[in-house]
């Protein structure tokens, strides 16, 4: 009898996890380069953004950024901003616009655009003529974006 009810309660768990909404990339719409609505209905666990900051195929923020909550991660760098204190100088919102595409806030930046599908340059075709062609899938999903957008919000001055 309790697996019986143990079974149902599992679907439906993982059911709902799975049916969490979430703002596809060809819909985000900024505002001044910040992202007011989360990309998906679920909270950011701190704890996955600071492994998707340290992983190399995924955020590898700490290849550009030091961060000194993250010192245990080798080869900090400096192209980009230090990220201590990022949690009380920047809004939610800014975060994870910046996060999503700092182009939107940053016009120069070398920051890669972590959730975008399409309007790439594709150098590529110039050398090789082997750029890949149409949409292409975003670096992190729209859950990874909101755990590395918690993570930053940990990042406080004191």
């Given at each position: 009898?309790?697996?019986?009810?143990?079974?149902?309660?599992?679907?439906?768990?993982?059911?709902?996890?799975?049916?969490?909404?979430?703002?596809?990339?060809?819909?985000?719409?900024?505002?001044?380069?910040?992202?007011?609505?989360?990309?998906?209905?679920?909270?950011?666990?701190?704890?996955?953004?600071?492994?998707?900051?340290?992983?190399?195929?995924?955020?590898?923020?700490?290849?550009?950024?030091?961060?000194?909550?993250?010192?245990?991660?080798?080869?900090?760098?400096?192209?980009?901003?230090?990220?201590?204190?990022?949690?009380?100088?920047?809004?939610?919102?800014?975060?994870?616009?910046?996060?999503?595409?700092?182009k939107m806030?940053?016009?120069?930046?070398?920051?890669p655009a972590?959730?975008?599908?399409?309007?790439?340059?594709?150098?590529?075709?110039?050398?090789?003529?082997?750029?890949?062609?149409?949409?292409?899938?975003?670096?992190?999903?729209?859950?990874?974006?909101?755990?590395?957008?918690?993570?930053?919000?940990?990042?406080?001055?004191?």
């Open positions: 009898m309790r697996i019986t009810l143990l079974i149902p309660s599992v679907l439906a768990l993982s059911a709902g996890t799975a049916m969490a909404e979430m703002v596809a990339p060809a819909d985000v719409q900024f505002a001044d380069g910040a992202l007011e609505t989360p990309l998906t209905s679920d909270a950011g666990d701190p704890a996955r953004g600071k492994v998707i900051m340290t992983t190399r195929s995924k955020g590898n923020c700490v290849a550009c950024h030091e961060i000194s909550a993250l010192s245990e991660a080798p080869f900090h760098g400096n192209v980009g901003p230090m990220l201590d204190g990022v949690g009380e100088y920047r809004t939610e919102a800014e975060l994870r616009g910046i996060v999503a595409n700092a806030t940053f016009e120069g930046s070398v920051m972590f959730y975008k599908t399409t309007g790439f340059e594709r150098p590529g075709d110039g050398y090789s003529g082997k750029a890949a062609q149409g949409e292409l899938p975003p670096i992190l999903t729209a859950q990874e974006i909101e755990d590395v957008v918690a993570f930053l919000k940990t990042l406080k001055d004191g």
